[in-house]
């Protein structure tokens, strides 16, 4: 494809103009310079759409991932809206075009009996199982993501003058959280009351932490927020200790307080909402009923499936 020049200036104009990464123009090389062998020399204008499912049918067939194809016409898809918006190619041939669907690997939701063991541990005494047994709490309790649990702060601050409004909160009187989510969502989601308890603990003894920080809920033994890393850490070791036998991270968290919550309820859009998922799609992929579930559902209530005596 006689075409280097203008992937050159492709790419310049990506590490200068747009300010892209070296990761990222070294990852739009390599995907150019496949297209250029696929199309064999032939140039850009003379693609089509037609071409462009070919490539990626092939790639595909040699084993890429479907990520690594939808990564890889992104690449082009961008390439060819330059040369379009410089009047060098009449259409863009990506355009319209779609990478094989991708598979969905979503955490292994615990059994409810490991929800509960995780979240009902209280340790020792210590501020730190103190901490750890309220985020784990609340995590499980609300379904919050991680980037929602560490931004909470204990309090609004709307009345004392002296800090500005929160932007996501806790409150135990109501027995709820304020989070702002993907997109600058804002939403409120239920605490329960065996959280509710374990953060009244919490924020009663972060006060005999030295500089703990004026607004944070959780916080680190040098009274700094706590971090995402952190967070995750304390959780896996915690699991750990407890023997549960499987790795969890926060997501694993969320994604058991919306499958027990499904399952217990049936009430998908209730579980949507309480997860701050902008569409039903989403919800549907990550709370899924098992199938022991299913079954009793099925067995219980289709007018079939009962078994003559």
Not at 24 to 32: E, G, V, W
Not at 35 to 62: C, K, N, Q, W, Y
Not at 74 to 83: G, P
Not at 279 to 285: D, E, G, L, W, Y
Request: proline share 4%.
């Amino acid at each position: 494809m006689a075409a280097e020049s203008t992937v050159a200036q492709f790419l310049e104009e990506l590490r200068g103009q747009r300010r892209g990464s070296p990761h990222t123009i070294a990852a739009y090389q390599r995907d150019l310079t496949k297209l250029a062998e696929l199309a064999a020399g032939r140039s850009p204008r003379v693609l089509t759409g037609h071409d462009i499912r070919g490539f990626i049918s092939r790639l595909h067939a040699a084993g890429l991932s479907a990520a690594s194809l939808a990564r890889t016409l992104s690449a082009w898809r961008s390439y060819f809206t330059w040369l379009t918006q410089r009047g060098l190619l009449p259409t863009n041939p990506a355009l319209g075009v779609r990478p094989p669907r991708r598979e969905r690997h979503l955490p292994k939701a615990l059994t409810a009996d490991q929800a509960v063991t995780l979240a009902a541990h209280e340790g020792d005494a210590s501020w730190l199982a103190i901490r750890d047994h309220a985020l784990v709490e609340l995590m499980y309790s609300s379904g919050l993501r991680l980037s929602e649990l560490v931004s909470l702060d204990w309090r609004h601050f709307e009345a004392d003058g002296t800090l500005p409004r929160s932007a996501s909160w806790i409150d135990l009187e109501a027995g709820e959280a304020t989070v702002l989510g993907k997109g600058s969502k804002m939403r409120s989601v239920p605490i329960g009351a065996p959280a509710q308890a374990a953060l009244a603990r919490c924020i009663e003894q972060r006060a005999a932490v030295r500089g703990a920080d004026a607004r944070a809920l959780f916080i680190s033994t040098r009274g700094g927020r706590l971090t995402a890393r952190s967070v995750q850490a304390r959780l896996a070791a915690l699991a750990r200790r407890l023997g549960l036998g499987v790795h969890v991270h926060p997501h694993v968290l969320r994604h058991s307080f919306a499958s027990h919550l499904l399952q217990s309820s049936g009430d998908l859009r209730a579980v949507q909402e309480l997860l701050g998922h902008a569409n039903i799609s989403t919800t549907q992929v990550y709370t899924r009923l098992d199938w022991q579930h299913l079954a009793k559902a099925y067995d219980a209530a289709h007018p079939r499936a009962k078994r003559r005596s």
